[in-house]
C-alpha cells in the first residue's frame, strides 16, 4: 500500500510500567533512558497511562521532565486516559506541557482498554466506564475549545452532552495555536475508523496484522476524504511490543515473562489483539517493515523485557535504519 509520502519515523516507549513492576519509582533512570533514545536516533519518546489498573508514574509529570533533558525528539502519550482527569484539568495540564515541551507535544489517546481492571479505576475515580468513547470525543472537543478560546471571536463557553464550562478564554493556551495533534490509540472497528477520520490527527492502533492495518488505514483515508479533510490531516501509527535476542526461544520466554507481569495474561491472549514481535533484531525489524508497507509512518516501540536499558541500543542499530528504508 505504501500511501502515506515521507519515511518512517519511530519512537519507543519510556519504561514507567516496567519500573513499577520491579518495585522502584525513580525518575533518574527514566531521564537517562530519554537522553540514551534521542542520542541514539529515535524519533520520539512515549510514556503510557494509568492509576491502578497497570500503576505507574504520571505521564505528563514524566513528559515534562524528559522535556528538559531532550531536545529534539517529539513527546507524547500512549496512551493517555483523559477521563481519569477532569477536563479542564487535562486541559491546563496538556496545555502546559506544550510550553514545557517547546511544542514538541503529541498526545494518543485511549477511551480506556477493556479490561475489569481498567472498569475499577474508572470508578475509583468516578468516572462513567459507559459510554467511554462518546465521553472522550467529548473531551476532544471541550479542549480544543478551550485552546482556541482566546482567539477573536471563538466561543468562551463549552455546551456538551457531558460536561458545560463557562470562561474557557481565562485558561492559558497551548504553546501552538490550536494545541498539539491529538491521536486516537484504537482498533479497527468501523466505529473507530469513522471516529479518526473525523475527529482526531492521528490513528495508533495495536492491531496484530499487517494486512488488516492495510485495509483500515486504506478505509481511514476514504472517509477522511469524504468528510473533507485533506491529504496528510491523519498520522498512521502504530504501537507494537518487541523483544529482542537472537535466540527466538529465549525471546519468547522473556516476552511471556513481562507479559504475564503487565497484564496477567498470556502472550497467546495478547498476541490476538496485540501488535508483537520477538527473536532477532532482523525478523523484528521485518515484522514491523510489513507494517510500513502497510501505510504506518510513525512506530511507537514497547520493549518487552523488565530490563530493558540493554535492547534499547540493538533495535536503535538494527530495527530503525530498516524501517526507515522500508518507507522510501
Given at each position: 500500500m505504501d500511501t502515506s509520502p515521507g519515511p518512517a519515523r519511530v519512537g519507543v516507549l519510556l519504561p514507567t510500567r516496567e519500573q513499577a513492576i520491579n518495585g522502584t519509582f525513580a525518575a533518574a533512570p527514566l531521564l537517562d533512558f530519554a537522553r540514551q533514545a534521542e542520542q541514539l536516533g529515535f524519533d520520539s519518546l512515549w510514556?503510557?497511562?494509568?492509576?491502578?489498573?497497570?500503576?505507574?508514574?504520571?505521564?505528563?509529570v514524566v513528559l515534562s521532565a524528559a522535556a528538559a533533558v531532550t531536545s529534539r525528539v517529539t513527546l507524547g502519550t500512549a496512551a493517555l486516559t483523559p477521563a481519569l482527569r477532569h477536563p479542564l484539568t487535562g486541559a491546563h495540564q496538556v496545555a502546559s506541557l506544550d510550553h514545557v515541551a517547546g511544542a514538541r507535544l503529541a498526545l494518543g489517546l485511549g477511551s480506556g482498554f477493556p479490561m475489569p481492571e481498567t472498569e475499577e479505576e474508572f470508578a475509583a475515580v468516578g468516572a462513567?466506564?459507559?459510554?467511554?468513547?462518546?465521553?472522550?470525543?467529548?473531551?476532544?472537543?471541550?479542549?480544543?475549545?478551550?485552546w482556541n478560546a482566546g482567539q477573536a471571536g471563538a466561543q468562551s463557553d463549552f455546551e456538551g452532552r457531558f460536561w458545560q464550562a463557562r470562561g474557557l478564554e481565562r485558561l492559558p493556551a497551548p504553546q501552538r495555536t490550536?494545541?498539539?495533534?491529538?491521536?486516537?490509540?484504537?482498533?479497527?472497528?468501523?466505529?473507530?475508523?469513522?471516529?479518526v477520520a473525523r475527529h482526531?490527527?492521528?490513528?495508533?492502533?495495536?492491531?496484530?496484522?499487517?494486512?488488516?492495518?492495510?485495509?483500515a488505514w486504506r478505509r481511514i483515508t476514504e472517509l477522511a476524504a469524504a468528510a473533507g479533510r485533506p491529504a496528510g490531516a491523519i498520522t498512521p501509527a502504530l504501537y507494537a511490543t518487541l523483544t529482542v535476542n537472537e535466540d527466538p526461544?529465549?525471546?519468547?520466554?522473556?516476552?511471556?515473562?513481562?507479559?504475564?507481569?503487565?497484564?496477567?495474561?498470556?502472550?497467546?491472549?495478547?498476541?490476538?489483539?496485540?501488535?508483537y514481535a520477538w527473536g532477532s533484531a532482523e525478523s523484528c525489524a521485518e515484522a514491523l517493515a510489513a507494517y510500513v508497507r502497510s501505510g504506518a509512518r510513525h512506530l511507537i516501540i514497547r520493549i518487552g523485557s523488565l530490563d530493558c536499558a540493554p535492547q534499547l541500543k540493538l533495535i536503535a542499530d538494527v530495527v530503525l535504519p530498516h524501517l526507515k528504508e522500508a518507507s522510501r
Open positions: 510514556a503510557g497511562d494509568s492509576l491502578t489498573a497497570r500503576p505507574r508514574l504520571d505521564p505528563l462513567s466506564f459507559a459510554g467511554r468513547a462518546a465521553r472522550l470525543d467529548e473531551i476532544v472537543t471541550l479542549w480544543r475549545q478551550a490550536g494545541g498539539p495533534p491529538l491521536w486516537l490509540a484504537g482498533s479497527d472497528t468501523p466505529r473507530v475508523l469513522e471516529r482526531y490527527d492521528g490513528w495508533m492502533p495495536f492491531l496484530p496484522s499487517a494486512v488488516d492495518y492495510a485495509a526461544a529465549a525471546a519468547r520466554a522473556e516476552l511471556e515473562h513481562y507479559i504475564g507481569h503487565y497484564y496477567g495474561r498470556t502472550l497467546e491472549q495478547m498476541a490476538a489483539v496485540q501488535a
